[in-house]
């Protein structure tokens, strides 16, 4: 079953390779979606796979990333059929 998060992060998050370590991290992961800074200055990230899939990743992105993650707020969503992890711009 694919299930499908919506993970938002704040902290000292864009300017620091977030989102490259965003995308190599998903690399080692079945998962699809895509990596995006946001405006007031927090990362976007939407993820889809199985659960163990999209929760390892997560998870290993918060370890990865845990010295500029200051929040993290997770969503569940309907899944959207996304192919591939990529960064949007």
Do not use: W
Not at 10 to 34: D, L
Not at 36 to 61: I, K, W, Y
């Amino acid at each position: 079953m694919t299930v499908c998060k919506h993970a938002y992060y704040s902290g000292r998050v864009q300017g620091v390779g977030f989102r490259f370590t965003a995308q190599h991290v998903a690399e080692g992961f079945a998962v699809a979606g895509f990596v995006r800074n946001l405006p007031e200055g927090t990362v976007e990230v939407l993820v889809e796979g199985s659960a163990e899939q999209v929760n390892g990743f997560l998870s290993a992105l918060k370890q990865r990333m845990a010295d500029y993650i200051e929040e993290v707020r997770v969503e569940e969503e309907t899944p959207q059929g996304a192919r591939g992890f990529r960064v949007r711009y």
